[in-house]
């Protein structure tokens, strides 16, 4: 090796040293998948218990006309239902991502719980913690139809504000589903669709691209 | 070319060293366990180096317990920073010149 490679070398080592401690990298490909997966299966329950929702009722594209919203004992009984989907689902979701990336980080010689993880963590939940706060006191207001593209906005706040300490990827995913969140608030009766490509799909689309470039 | 040279500091020569500096640019702190995690060196090999760097007041140590366990915690000093950025500087350069 001569002086030059040597010099060259050390260079390199430095700086993915200073990327790997930084960073936490270990957040698989796999855990995007499995948690779109999720959130698209908790949809399809959804679907298939209140298929009026979907289609006759909520789909149309308006809260200036009641008739079409459902009301009263209706609506209850639906958003109880929706918010113990979504719980199961975010449980199996967070379940399933924290194995894939337990199993990663084994891989890196790594522990999980490590500085860059804890880093990661914190500025994950404040945002999303605010956010799951607000879209309580939504409900509590009575603001059903802001609640769903509330969730989608600050998800994606979080994972913007997350990506600083993980790969740039977590990022664009953040904005990606800010942009979503938005477009819902303005198509609200469509805050279905928007969950099922904000949660689900862009998901697995992260996930595939991830496991492609990385895990691979 | 000597200038250069005299810019690389012998401080920095082993890779467990530059490993050290490296993370504590761009950490504000690091404590032993995860150091070595990153590193991969042994608990011994380690701490002989970090002694080295602490003399030098490249780095420094702060003690703490953390429940009943000890926890030391290591951050590089100003003038660690600057001496590693220097040294950094001077490797580019060098890389420069021979391409």
């Given at each position: 090796m001569?002086?030059?490679?040597?010099?060259l070398?050390?260079?390199?080592?430095?700086r993915?040293m200073m990327a790997r401690s930084?960073?936490?990298i270990?957040?698989?490909?796999f855990s995007?998948?499995?948690?779109?997966?999720?959130?698209?299966a908790g949809?399809?329950v959804?679907f298939?218990?209140f298929p009026?929702?979907f289609?006759?009722?909520?789909m149309h594209?308006?809260?200036?006309?009641?008739?079409?919203?459902?009301?009263g004992?209706?609506l209850?009984?639906f958003?109880r239902?929706?918010v113990?989907?979504?719980?199961?689902v975010?449980?199996?979701?967070v379940?399933?991502a924290?194995?894939?990336?337990?199993n990663?980080s084994?891989k890196?010689?790594?522990s999980?719980?490590d500085?860059?993880a804890k880093?990661f963590?914190?500025?994950l939940?404040v945002?999303l913690a605010?956010?799951?706060l607000f879209v309580?006191?939504?409900?509590?207001h009575?603001?059903?139809v802001?609640a769903?593209?509330?969730?989608?906005i600050?998800?994606?706040?979080?994972?913007f504000?997350?990506?600083?300490y993980?790969?740039?990827?977590?990022?664009y995913?953040?904005?990606?589903e800010?942009a979503?969140?938005?477009?819902?608030?303005?198509f609200?009766?469509y805050t279905?669709?928007f969950?099922?490509?904000?949660?689900g799909?862009l998901h697995?689309?992260?996930g595939?691209v991830?496991?492609?470039?990385y895990d691979r | 070319m000597d200038n250069?040279?005299s810019n690389?500091?012998?401080?920095?020569?082993?890779?467990?060293?530059l490993?050290i500096?490296s993370?504590?640019?761009?950490n504000?702190?690091?404590?032993?366990?995860?150091?070595?995690e990153?590193?991969?060196?042994t608990d011994g090999?380690l701490?002989s180096?970090?002694?080295?760097?602490?003399?030098?007041?490249l780095?420094e140590?702060?003690?703490?317990?953390?429940?009943?366990?000890?926890n030391t915690?290591?951050?590089?000093t100003?003038i660690?920073k600057?001496?590693?950025?220097?040294h950094l500087?001077?490797l580019e350069?060098?890389?420069?010149?021979g391409i």
């Amino acid at each position: 090796m001569t002086k030059q490679e040597n010099h060259l070398d050390q260079l390199t080592e430095i700086r993915e040293m200073m990327a790997r401690s930084s960073k936490f990298i270990s957040l698989s490909g796999f855990s995007g998948i499995w948690v779109g997966s999720v959130a698209l299966a908790g949809m399809a329950v959804i679907f298939y218990y209140f298929p009026d929702y979907f289609y006759m009722r909520y789909m149309h594209n308006s809260i200036a006309y009641p008739d079409y919203m459902l009301c009263g004992s209706e609506l209850l009984a639906f958003l109880r239902f929706v918010v113990v989907d979504a719980s199961l689902v975010l449980f199996f979701a967070v379940a399933g991502a924290i194995i894939f990336t337990y199993n990663k980080s084994r891989k890196q010689g790594k522990s999980l719980w490590d500085d860059t993880a804890k880093r990661f963590m914190v500025s994950l939940m404040v945002p999303l913690a605010a956010g799951g706060l607000f879209v309580l006191i939504s409900f509590y207001h009575g603001l059903y139809v802001i609640a769903g593209p509330l969730t989608l906005i600050f998800y994606g706040l979080a994972l913007f504000n997350a990506g600083r300490y993980s790969l740039i990827e977590i990022r664009y995913l953040g904005l990606l589903e800010i942009a979503l969140g938005l477009l819902a608030a303005i198509f609200v009766g469509y805050t279905a669709i928007f969950w099922g490509i904000g949660f689900g799909i862009l998901h697995i689309v992260y996930g595939v691209v991830m496991y492609l470039k990385y895990d691979r | 070319m000597d200038n250069i040279i005299s810019n690389i500091s012998k401080t920095f020569e082993s890779r467990v060293r530059l490993g050290i500096m490296s993370i504590l640019m761009v950490n504000e702190s690091i404590d032993f366990k995860n150091l070595k995690e990153h590193l991969q060196v042994t608990d011994g090999n380690l701490a002989s180096h970090l002694k080295a760097l602490e003399k030098e007041n490249l780095i420094e140590v702060k003690k703490q317990f953390i429940g009943r366990k000890p926890n030391t915690r290591y951050i590089a000093t100003d003038i660690g920073k600057q001496a590693f950025g220097e040294h950094l500087k001077a490797l580019e350069r060098l890389i420069g010149r021979g391409i």
